[in-house]
């Protein structure tokens, strides 16, 4: 057992999906031909004016209060100084002392306990363009289409103990935040990034390690593996009678490995001093209250109002919050007559295997959810059985079609004709006389056996529900 303790504190950047740039009208979208969403303003050239994107500062301010930060009333943007190939104004207009937001937390459960995790600070800023290394002529490029790109930087205390906590830290803010509508959070096009600030320190410590910062984290995976190993690299160095120097590391997903990059800055190395381009801004209480009232019913209170107003257990609820949009149908079928339980165990079963086999969203099904009311009646009521239910699905989630429809034109009605199943359950049993008398000595499980054959003959197509009680009937009556 290990006699030190892990410390983690992620800093994760959230591109906003304003139609803008921050700071100039260059579109702000994903993607491109490299620098062709580029001006003199995100370019940094000489005489060139930055001009604040209003929307820019409402959507931090929604961001900070779904974390339950304090709005700060008077803000002000910052000048970060460094060279790099990615930055060609050779400073990253930032806030430092006087940032959107401060003081949240945020409550998620890891470990089967609820964990609180403090933000010290949400922040505006812009985003630096990308380099892309051509290992072929041995040289980097710079597309600078990112450049100018929106941000909100989340800055956590250094709460977590462990890498499933961060990860499960990441998770709950992912959520929070796409239920606010003002980022897609998708990590594969990096428009939620993160970097984790890793130290340990003997168990009973209150101070400190030094810590190493790591990036290249492009996912939840990702983030878990390298806070791990670095965990485990910085216990090795110091039983070693090593120190940890603070550096920045670049997690290598090849060779799951840290690979440093270099050393680490503090904020003076960084010259910081405000952006005198830009005028500082101040809110009355009146404009904060107003972006309060345009919040989303947020994951938390949305799963507890599902349990409460519903019924459905903690597991059910917790399902169907991870997709808002799924959330929503869950509700839209309640409306429509679902029993919810129902409703909830169609949705995070055979709709989610859809989802997942399919790779795409529920708005890319052709689904209603009057239409997914309609299929789980005619299961319950026994027109089709509940496999044939799930073939319905699979064709109703791309055609649209009613299901009624389907299942006539597929001929998927079970049997429900007395007479008929009678006959069949007769001829069942009369060629299984061993079977019967198993069921009469006591054997009850070999009634799934008869039941079967039953549907054989019936090529599946007769209710099981009748097939079962009229063997029931005929063994107990004759």
């Known amino acids: 057992m290990s006699t030190f303790e892990t410390v983690i504190g992620l800093e994760v950047h959230l591109q906003l999906k304003t139609r803008t740039k921050i700071f100039c009208a260059c579109p702000n979208v994903f993607g491109g031909t490299p620098n062709s969403h580029v001006c003199p303003v995100c370019l940094g050239l000489p ?33 970060k100084n460094y060279f790099y190939p990615d930055l060609p104004k050779g400073y990253q207009i930032t806030q430092f002392d006087f940032p959107i937001a401060q003081q949240g937390r ?25 380099l892309v290394h051509d290992a072929a002529h041995q040289c980097s490029l710079a597309d600078y289409n990112r450049t100018g790109t929106p941000l909100i930087e989340i800055v956590s205390e250094p709460d977590m103990r462990s890498a499933q906590e961060a990860y499960d830290y990441l998770t709950a803010l992912k959520l929070t935040l796409s239920y606010l509508g003002v980022s897609d959070c998708d990590m594969e096009k990096g428009s939620l990034r993160c970097d984790a600030n890793v130290s340990i320190r003997p168990l009973g ?9 790591l990036k290249n984290l492009n996912s939840f995976s990702a983030l878990k ?4 190993f ?46 005198p381009d830009l005028v500082p801004f101040t809110f009355d209480a009146a404009v904060i209250e107003d972006v309060r009232r345009t919040l989303p019913e947020l994951p938390a209170a949305k799963q507890a109002r599902l349990m409460t107003g519903h019924g459905l257990n903690d597991y059910d609820a917790s399902i169907l919050v ?15 007559g679902a029993e919810p339980k129902k409703a909830a165990n169609w949705l995070n079963g055979p709709v989610m295997k859809e989802l997942n086999d399919r790779g795409c969203p529920l708005a890319g099904l052709k689904l209603t959810p009057a239409n997914l009311v309609k299929l789980a009646a005619r299961v319950e009521d026994g027109t089709i059985s509940n496999l044939a239910g799930k073939d319905v699905l699979a064709d109703i989630v791309v055609s649209g079609e009613d299901v009624d429809c389907v299942i006539a034109a597929k001929g998927l009605a079970q049997v429900s004709d007395d007479a008929m199943l009678v006959s069949v359950v007769d001829e069942v049993l009369a060629a ?15 009634t799934g056996f008869l039941v079967g054959q039953a549907m054989k003959k019936m090529q599946g197509k007769a209710n099981p529900k009748k097939i079962n009680e009229i063997i029931a ?5 004759g």
């Not at 929503?328 to 079928?333: G, I, N, V, W």
């Open 47 to 79: 005489g060139s004016l930055p001009v604040l994107n209003r929307q820019v500062l409402f959507d931090g301010m929604k961001v900070g209060l779904a974390l339950g930060c304090r709005i700060n009333t008077f803000v002000k943007f910052d000048r």
């Open 106 to 130: 945020i409550a998620f459960i890891s470990g089967g306990k609820k964990k609180h995790v403090g933000i010290t600070r949400a922040h505006i800023e812009e985003d630096a363009g990308k």
């Open 205 to 213: 410590e209150d101070r400190l390690g030094t810590k190493t910062e």
């Open 225 to 228: 593996r390298a806070v791990e």
């Open 230 to 275: 670095e965990a485990g690299r910085h216990e090795g160095v110091i039983l070693g009678g090593g120190q940890i120097v603070q550096e920045t590391l670049l997690w290598d997903e090849a060779k799951g490995r840290t690979v440093s990059m270099r050393s680490k800055e503090n904020a003076h190395d960084y010259r910081y001093f405000p952006e």
């Open 322 to 336: 991870q997709d808002p949009a799924l959330a929503d149908f869950f509700e839209a079928c309640v409306s429509a």
């Open 432 to 446: 299984n006389i061993k079977a019967v008398e198993e069921i009469r000595a006591g054997k009850a499980g070999v």
């Open 473 to 477: 009937r005929r063994l107990t009556h």
